[in-house]
């Protein structure tokens, strides 16, 4: 390929990243890769043009997907066979590109998010170590607690999704006939086991901690570790602070802010909502003086002062929320986020608001008994990075069985 020319990336220990262009699934991945690069790892880092600033930032080198005529849009997270298919059809629209520039970076280890199926095609067609990524709750049994969680909340969905399986199935065999895959499972598709799984979230919140295999290592909450590039944001030192964020993806459900602004309107509380895209259409209301609108705010800034969070029960937003002691009051729009706001509630860690009319009593109730156990603070709180870079450095030297 360089003819006498020295390949340029021979000299570094390269790790290539193939993350999933949704902030969820790239936030708590990127302080990993800023350790990383400080233990001298080239990190080669995959995602879409939007992320680049954020990657840059910490310290790894960004490459940009080419998806053709897809366009990835990260509300299908909620559409279990539409998601498969479109990862499939990603799969089969770019892979050629990404090993030939496999092949030239010459990794020594590919990480990729556990969505991110044409991360474990890579490596499995090049032979190379992969490990996989998971910012969300995954299994890779079926006959395990989370798929069965899964299955409940998905499953009134799959009929109206049942178009998709004949594209699944062709992009399948498209892919098989074209590329050593060592784990045909359906579950393959959408939560890729490797010899080394990763979790960037606690043990303590998964529905099936004590049944994962070995090859599965809790990092913790990685998310409480980024750099914000956003610093904007004033401190927000009012009384009684109240945060309202649906996250980035599931935020338009106008007719529960504007509950919000009607249950919240001249109380003693001081509301600040994260609205995302629906800023535009929010700004146009009578919204109340004690009610603060914004398209985004710096988390990490405002739990400091935050006395409850009505959040969908996000991971990381829960993750963020709970390491600084700040109770959550989970409204899910999905189902990830309904199978996280049922295990935050089992530890003792926020509530679930099941109707928009009950969001006074739930909100009062939970401020009155919320009494968390110190040592699931604390562990909500513990990123355990150091020993996550010595297990990657054993698992990248030691021989496959």
Same mark, same amino acid.
């Given at each position: ?26 936030? !708590? ?37 080419? =998806? ?85 909340? =998905? ?65 913790? !909450? ?41 249950? =919240? ?61 700040? !109770? ?74």
């Amino acid at each position: 390929m360089y003819g006498n020319e020295m390949n340029p990336y021979e000299k570094y220990q390269n790790i290539v990243f193939y993350g999933l262009p949704a902030y969820g699934h790239i936030n !708590p991945t990127l302080s990993l890769i800023s350790e990383l690069v400080r233990c001298n790892y080239r990190v080669i880092y995959y995602a879409s043009e939007e992320y680049r600033t954020e990657i840059e930032s910490h310290g790894a080198e960004f490459r940009a997907y080419n =998806f053709g005529n897809a366009e990835w849009d990260p509300q299908i997270g909620s559409q279990i066979l539409k998601l498969a298919e479109l990862i499939l059809r990603f799969s089969n629209e770019q892979l050629e590109t990404l090993l030939a520039q496999v092949k030239e970076l010459q990794p020594i280890l590919i990480m990729h998010d556990t969505l991110a199926f044409w991360g474990r095609v890579v490596a499995d067609a090049m032979g190379i170590k992969a490990a996989s990524v998971n910012a969300i709750i995954t299994t890779h049994q079926y006959t395990s607690k989370t798929f069965w969680l899964y299955t409940t909340h =998905f499953i009134g969905k799959l009929l109206f999704e049942y178009g998709a399986i004949r594209n699944i199935i062709k992009y399948q065999n498209k892919i098989y006939k074209r590329y050593p895959i060592k784990n045909h499972k359906v579950l393959g598709l959408l939560m890729n086991e490797e010899r080394l799984n990763i979790y960037t979230y606690p043990r303590l919140i998964h529905p099936d901690a004590d049944k994962l295999k070995n090859n599965c290592f809790f990092l913790g !909450p990685a998310v409480i570790h980024r750099n914000d590039l956003y610093q904007g944001d004033e401190e927000y030192k009012y009384d009684n602070l109240i945060y309202v964020s649906l996250g980035t993806i599931f935020n338009d459900n106008i007719k529960f802010y504007k509950t919000i602004f009607s249950v =919240f309107a001249n109380t003693k509380y001081v509301v600040v909502i994260s609205c995302g895209n629906s800023y535009g259409k929010l700004i146009k209301e009578n919204i109340p003086s004690n009610i603060i609108l914004k398209s985004y705010v710096n988390q990490k800034k405002i739990f400091k002062n935050t006395i409850l969070f009505i959040t969908a029960g996000g991971m990381n937003s829960i993750c963020e929320a709970v390491s600084n002691s700040v !109770p959550c009051l989970c409204y899910p729009q999905q189902g990830e986020q309904a199978i996280n706001a049922k295990y935050l509630k089992k530890l003792g860690l926020g509530d679930i608001l099941k109707k928009e009319c009950e969001l006074m009593k739930a909100t009062e109730n939970l401020l009155e008994h919320y009494c968390p156990e110190p040592e699931l603070i604390r562990e909500f709180s513990t990123v355990y990075m150091n020993e996550l870079i010595e297990r990657l450095m054993i698992y990248i030297s030691e021989t496959e069985n």
